[in-house]
């Protein structure tokens, strides 16, 4: 490149300002990026707000009939920093309240009167409308009836204003970080170039006038790494005549630590037969090293990584370029562990024109694979952990809110019977989150007491947070379970765990199908002197190979691709374990004119020493951390 300096203090600079120059625009994109996410974010959580607050004053308003208190209401939004317009519409888009200065004739834009269809229950819809607008909305009912929609339009100045704010600080930042890097590269640039024009006259000397001494030793100015440097030059020139002079014996050593070398050696003529192999290579393939000269690659190692191998091959003689790190794998010739290799193709040049060998690299990377695989089983296990605890704590915070609100509407607003349903259903599914949080901060240790709970009631709590689903897609539920059927557990951990069988049920059926729920005393299959309660969980949906059934139970393993996560089995799996229960799988995929279908039998034992043994585990689980905690700070 002509526009790139030759001296080495200059493209230093060039290379450093380059470097920065991007690395801070593309700072400054991700920047602006993660600042417009959580501005959008922000405005998202501000409007869903700031819609439901002004539709419940409307609603207030409009149940006493004081339409003054609306348009007040209306007014006072407005008057926030976020909110360009709100506005009241009635039921069929007509405009009753408005603040904003380009009032559409009385009438919603038809982007918003798209809105209105998908407006569902007494939840805020937050949508972005013509003109990129962040826009809110909320159904105003009075007494059960639709009165109108609460409508609040957010300030986009203010996001903005934010906006430039952050860059012309990161412009300030960049200025003031280029100047001074740029001037601390001339400093060191200058350091090196000086002792780097000495060695350069060295060098051209020494290539002029290879056998003469004349101006060496070079004389050391500096005590850093290119002192050393210089030094270590002027030991070179020295020591010339004496490399020369041993230069059979350094090949002989060569040869001797290729032989031994623990890696596989092995090197292939043009027509990929073996030349030479060491002992290391004839050990991985499991043929004797005599057995290995002038044969082919197919003939001692399986046909794919044997074509795979003579593919590089070709290409190293064609191209006289190495091939580095490439990735073989095979299952192992006894019938055990696959393997899986790491090779590295070179070519053996006997003259500058001409490539006669080809040598090959090998390492054994098999250990290092299943250590790999189980070290990132690993990390994400602790890291969805991490995570988990953490969403669990902020949840925790919002959800006592809403239990105190449920308790409040449940309490003091004189609700008719089908309303007093729903909210003792939601107090109910919000300890059930509880419960839930609770758990995954203690890894899946209750804080709450075990009981007595009524199974029938258990199950039915779960099919009725199912019911939308399952009356959308006409599934037919047989529950067949007792009215006195109950049992010493952890409640919300057992409700957990059929909602995730049912739940899984649902999604592998299709619409007409039939899903079983039984419940029934029994025994552990396993041990027959142990009495207890069996679940089973049946549908009629696609089934699954025996592939999937092998891996079900594991973390992170899903079939539903970008909607799953692989977890809810795991954590099923999990309870049922801490309740001393176990669980068994059956299933038909589809196909070969057979129904399919799929059985979880879950066994959940009698077992009033719960507690006790909960205890146990917990006082265990200290005991085994004090014991952790002193050996670290006797070790430190």
Request: proline share 4%; net charge neutral.
């Amino acid at each position: 490149m002509r526009w790139w300096p030759r001296s080495i203090r200059w493209q230093l600079l060039t290379g450093l300002l380059l470097l920065e120059a991007l690395s801070i625009g593309l700072f400054a994109v991700l920047l602006v990026h993660q600042q417009t996410r959580r501005l959008y974010l922000r405005a998202r959580q501000t409007l869903e707000y700031q819609s439901t607050s002004l539709a419940l004053q409307s609603a207030e308003a409009l149940g006493e009939d004081r339409q003054s208190w609306v348009d007040l209401s209306v007014k006072m939004m407005v008057d926030s920093p976020t909110v360009e317009s709100a506005k009241i519409s009635d039921p069929s888009g007509g405009v009753l309240f408005d603040t904003s200065e380009h009032a559409d004739g009385g009438r919603l834009r038809p982007d918003e009167r798209a809105q209105i269809a998908q407006i569902r229950g007494a939840d805020p819809r937050f949508f972005i409308g013509a003109g990129h607008r962040w826009e809110a909305v909320h159904a105003i009912y009075t007494q059960n009836t639709l009165r109108g929609y609460a409508w609040v339009t957010f300030d986009r100045a203010v996001a903005r204003q934010e906006i430039d704010s952050l860059l012309s600080d990161l412009s300030i930042f960049g200025i003031i970080w280029i100047v001074a890097s740029a001037a601390l590269v001339l400093l060191v640039g200058q350091a090196i170039a000086r002792p780097l024009a000495m060695l350069h006259r060295g060098t051209r000397a020494l290539m002029a006038a290879p056998e003469s001494s004349g101006g060496f030793p070079l004389p050391v100015t500096v005590h850093n790494e290119f002192g050393d440097l210089i030094e270590a030059f002027n030991g070179m020139v020295t020591s010339i005549a004496e490399q020369r002079a041993g230069l059979n014996d350094t090949l002989s050593l060569l040869d001797s630590m290729l032989a031994n070398a623990p890696i596989g050696l092995a090197f292939f003529d043009r027509r990929c037969r073996f030349v030479r192999v060491n002992q290391v290579f004839a050990g991985m393939t499991g043929v004797p090293l005599s057995r290995h000269l002038g044969r082919t690659l197919p003939e001692l190692l399986p046909h794919d990584v044997a074509q795979k191998l003579e593919d590089t091959l070709a290409k190293v003689f064609a191209d006289e370029q190495p091939v580095r790190n490439l990735e073989l794998s095979g299952p192992a010739t006894d019938g055990g562990q696959s393997w899986t290799w790491l090779a590295s193709a070179y070519p053996v040049l006997t003259n500058p024109q001409r490539v006669r060998w080809v040598g090959v690299i090998v390492l054994d990377a098999s250990e290092r694979k299943r250590s790999e695989e189980a070290l990132r089983k690993t990390e994400k296990l602790a890291a969805t952990g991490r995570l988990a605890a953490s969403i669990a704590h902020e949840i925790n915070n919002p959800l006592e809110a809403i239990t105190n609100l449920l308790f409040l509407l449940r309490s003091f607003c004189g609700l008719e019977e089908p309303a007093m349903k729903y909210v003792i259903m939601a107090e109910h599914e919000a300890r059930r989150i509880s419960e839930i949080t609770q758990q995954t901060l203690r890894f899946y240790r209750q804080s709450t007491m075990p009981n007595r709970a009524s199974m029938r009631d258990l199950l039915d709590s779960v099919l009725s947070l199912y019911q939308g689903r399952l009356n959308s897609l006409n599934i037919q539920v047989e529950r067949q379970y007792e009215h006195e059927l109950d049992l010493f557990c952890f409640a919300g951990e057992l409700r957990q765990v059929f909602a995730n069988l049912v739940g899984n049920a649902i999604d592998a059926t299709s619409s007409g199908g039939r899903l079983l729920v039984r419940a029934r005393p029994s025994r552990n299959w396993r041990s027959s002197n142990e009495p207890g309660i069996r679940f089973t969980i049946a549908d009629t949906g696609s089934g699954m190979n025996s592939e999937v059934r092998e891996h079900v139970f594991e973390a992170f393993f899903t079939t539903k691709e970008a909607t799953g996560t692989g977890l809810g089995l795991w954590v099923s799996q999990e309870i049922i374990v801490k309740h001393r229960g176990v669980v068994h799988l059956r299933s038909r995929p589809a196909g070969n004119g057979m129904p399919s279908g799929t059985v979880f039998q879950v066994f959940i034992p009698e077992n009033e020493n719960l507690l006790v043994r909960e205890n146990q585990e917990l006082s265990t689980s200290a005991e085994s951390a004090n014991s952790k905690e002193q050996i670290t700070l006797s070790d430190s």
